[in-house]
Structure formats: C-alpha cells, structure tokens
C-alpha cells in the first residue's frame, strides 16, 4: 500500500493505474506492506533504491545508517502491540532523498497512525527532512507515554502485591501471587521492548544531526538536539521503572514462600502435637506379656488422659509463641 503526503501534510491521492508515475508534490511516500511493483514506482519517483525487507532485519550499525547515492538510509527499531502484554518490535526503514522522505514498514505502530491523521496541522512545507524529524519525535512521543501507561498499572499492582498478604487464607493469597507473576512478565516485556526501541532512535537522532539537510537548518538541528535530549530522559525512566518490577518480582516470589512456609509451618505443628499421643499410643499397643499396668481398672482412662495432656500442651506453647 503506498500512502501519498505532501509537504504541508495534506494526504493526496494515489494513482489506481500502476503505469501511471507518482505525484510529484508528493513529500511523503508511506510505503506499508508494499509489493515488488509498488517499490519501483516509488523508485521511479525518487531515483534511489528502497531497502527490503530483509535489508531492514540487519542489525549492524553500518547497514541501518548510511548514505548511498546521496540519500540517506535510515533503519528505527519502534515498539509496537505496546498497549497488549505482548509488545513487539518493527524495523521502519526511511529513506531521504532530497525533499522526499519514503517510509517502508511491514507493522502498524501507533505513532504512524497519530503523526498521519495530524500531519497536515504540524508540516509546514519545509521537506522531507521535517517530516523525518516530526516523525521521529512522534515516535519518541508515543515511547514516553507507553511508558507512562505502564507506571500507573506497575503502581497498582504493587499495592495489590503487598495487600495480598492481608488474605488470612495462605493458599488464596498463594493463588493470587502466582497469578500477578504473568502481569508482571507482561510489563517487563513491554519495558524491555520500548528499552530497545529508545536506543534504536538514540542512534538515529545522533544520525540526523550530520545530515547536511539537517545541520544547515538551525530549527531542526534543535530539534534532533531536543529528540537526543529526551530520548535519553526517557531510557532513564524506563531503567527506574525496570527496576521497580525487578523488586517486585523479587517481592512477590518471597511472599510466595513466605505463604507457603506458613502453610508447612501448620503441617509441621500439628505433626509435633500429634506425635506424643501416637507414642503412648504405640507404646500400649505393642503385644508384650508383662506390662502389668494394662490389667489395672483405671489404665485405659489414665492412657487416654496422658495422651491428651501430651496433645494440648505443645499445642499451649506453640500458640503461647505465636506460632499459630
């Protein structure tokens, strides 16, 4: 699919016959999901090749940012799925050539979607090289407040956490924690993949500001210094937020155990409070011939007696600890 903008961002049509050439006006050219025939059409406009698919899987740093032909090939690592527990990363390909920027992507982040539909209020004509760099900041934009989404969930489930423990049936609270270990796996992976995405765009920025399109512009040089600037803000914030499921994976695991320790801690106590009464209980049950005090009157009272008494007071004392 080719999407077509020109340079005030005013979304124009794309010619149906496939013999037909490109607009010229046209500034922006969205390239997703794109077929062999859509790409030379597009190669045909601006006179360079686009990258593939597989070209944009290259995870070197010399084939992700480089100029060829006297345009430049950019490749961004961007976050997208950010709002579901399974968060992904795209490989988004720009190539700037001239006044033209062309965008090739196989996903749909949602920072394409927000920059397009606002496109034609923020572009001022000015070319390619704004547009790129409006993108980009678009796209460190949608980073922080994914970001910021996912504090306010970390906020909430650490209070559930820690007020799981007030659950005085351990094997309910058991269950619970178990269950908040997935939503923690969730954020982190999210956390992970923004991570990632904040440092594909780190290296892109610092790309931008050699360009001589960009350096010789004064306004948009500041810009990339501004996108450098909170892109390194916004890496450090997601390394305090990493942090913080880290502790709380680390929390919940250990009230796991403390839970399941207090479970055994019962099984433990009751096997001690019945232990004497099963010895005495042993003890006159085995089959000797002289054991005298089993033909008295009172002994099978007395025997019952004594086993109760052994019952109650390791019971007596291990609540008298607080261990019950």
């Not at 700037?96 to 496109?119: C, D, H, M, Q, W």
């Not at 489930?157 to 969730?186: Q, V």
């Not at 040089?221 to 909170?230: E, N, V």
Request: charged share 25%; with cysteine.
């Amino acid at each position: 699919m080719i999407r077509l903008y020109d340079g005030d961002g005013v979304c124009l049509d794309t010619p149906q016959n496939a013999a037909d050439p490109l607009p010229e006006a046209s500034c922006w050219i969205d390239l997703l999901n794109p077929a062999p025939e859509e790409e030379a059409r597009v190669e045909a406009l601006i006179g360079v090749e686009v990258p593939s698919r597989d070209e944009l899987r290259d995870i070197e740093p010399s084939s992700r940012l480089y100029i060829e032909n006297g345009a430049a090939y950019l490749t961004a690592s961007v976050v997208w799925k950010a709002d579901s527990d399974f968060a992904e990363i795209a490989d988004i390909g720009f190539v700037l050539s001239g006044k033209r920027l062309v965008t090739i992507r196989y996903a749909e982040p949602k920072a394409f979607t927000i920059f397009a539909a606002n496109a034609h209020r923020e572009l001022e004509g000015l070319g390619g090289h704004d547009v790129l760099t409006r993108l980009i900041e678009a796209m460190v934009d949608r980073s922080a407040e994914v970001l910021e989404g996912r504090s306010r969930h970390i906020d909430r489930l650490s209070n559930r956490i820690f007020s799981s423990g007030e659950d005085d049936n351990p094997d309910t609270a058991t269950r619970d924690l178990e269950a908040m270990l997935g939503e923690i796996a969730g954020h982190q992976r999210t956390i992970a993949k923004v991570r990632e995405s904040l440092m594909s765009l780190s290296r892109v920025a610092g790309f931008l500001q050699i360009l001589p399109e960009i350096s010789g512009d004064k306004a948009i040089r500041q810009r990339c210094r501004s996108l450098a600037s909170d892109i390194q803000s916004l890496s450090e914030h997601a390394d305090f937020i990493s942090e913080n499921i880290i502790f709380l994976l680390d929390a919940s695991l250990g009230l796991i155990s403390v839970q399941q320790n207090q479970v055994m801690k019962v099984v433990s106590v009751a096997a001690v409070v019945f232990l004497p009464p099963t010895f005495i209980g042993t003890v006159y049950g085995m089959n000797f011939n002289d054991m005298p005090e089993l033909r008295l009157p009172w002994a099978y009272p007395v025997a019952l007696a004594v086993m109760a008494i052994s019952a109650v007071g390791p019971y007596l004392w291990f609540k008298k600890k607080g261990w019950l």
